[in-house]
């Protein structure tokens, strides 16, 4: 499942600018993977929802189109909220353990 392009924006969202963009990618993908199912499943759910409307969004960039997301995520509170900071939490980590 490819849910980079979700995570790249929240590195953007953000403000992390480093050279190991893809290898805190990779890494975040594996903490989303070693969830436990009742977990990992929602979230996959969610992001590829997302995915498939940034795709009939085409003329949207997709930056633009995640950092709305995110900001919305965040407005709304509740389970949206806790998927934001679950995902921002895994890539600081990442981040801060690769710098």
Not at 64 to 92: E, H, M, R, W
């Amino acid at each position: 499942m490819n849910n980079s392009l979700f995570i790249k924006s929240i590195i953007i969202f953000l403000g992390l600018d480093s050279n190991l963009n893809n290898e805190i990618v990779n890494n975040v993908n594996i903490r989303l993977q070693l969830l436990k199912p009742i977990y990992r499943i929602p979230i996959f759910v969610l992001i590829n929802i997302l995915l498939l409307v940034n795709a009939l969004l085409f003329f949207v960039s997709s930056d633009k189109y995640f950092d709305l997301v995110i900001k919305i995520f965040n407005y709304l509170g509740g389970p949206f909220a806790l998927l934001i900071k679950l995902l921002t939490s895994y890539v600081l980590l990442e981040y801060y353990e690769k710098n």
